[in-house]
């Protein structure tokens, strides 16, 4: 960019161009945000492995929750959510033993480009919690979320920025009614 257009740009307050690896788009873009958030929820839920969480988070993370509004204010505090909820599952800790999964709801997920700035990301999952007296997944509940994932092209990855999480509902009966 030429140095004028860098003056008038700092002039109006827009932010100078990024530098670094370009945002993929396409299949590509779908394919790396499906990667993105497998490895959030995998460390949130069942591999209980809070470490990975900086590096998929921005540091001005938040999560907003339809039940608590805002649920997490920052990076930080999901990281310190998630270690201690992983603290209580081990041996010994107050919710020993436990063990929860998310899945998406098939054909539920769609992902957006926003310009070149990241992407949006919306979908419904289930989840479920272990009953091992029965040695079964229970199903528990489920939701909608919207995720807003920001490029970083100097380190060509995303992170999350904002989560929406909303529609909260208990578990659907199953089989369904038309189907009894």
């Known amino acids: 960019m030429p140095f004028t257009a860098l003056l008038l740009a700092a002039a109006l307050g827009a932010a100078p161009p990024a530098t670094g690896t370009p945002m993929p788009t396409g299949e590509a873009l779908t394919a790396r945000i499906e990667a993105s958030d497998a490895r959030l929820f995998w460390a949130a839920f069942e591999g209980c492995d809070a470490k990975a969480l900086p590096d998929l988070l921005a540091p001005d993370f938040r999560m907003i929750h339809d039940k608590d509004g805002l649920t997490l204010p920052s990076r930080d505090a999901m990281v310190a959510g998630v270690t201690k909820n992983c603290a209580n599952r081990q041996p010994g800790g107050v ?86």
């Open 95 to 180: 919710h020993s033993g436990y063990r929860n999964r998310r899945l998406l709801v098939p054909g539920s997920h769609r992902v957006r480009a926003m310009g070149d700035w990241g992407a949006l990301e919306e979908g419904a999952h289930v989840f479920f919690e272990w009953n091992a007296r029965d040695a079964r997944w229970d199903m528990v509940g489920g939701a909608h979320y919207m995720h807003l994932w920001q490029w970083m092209p100097a380190e060509a990855r995303f992170r999350l920025s904002q989560s929406y999480s909303y529609d909260h509902a208990g578990a659907a009966p199953y089989p369904p009614a038309s189907a009894r």
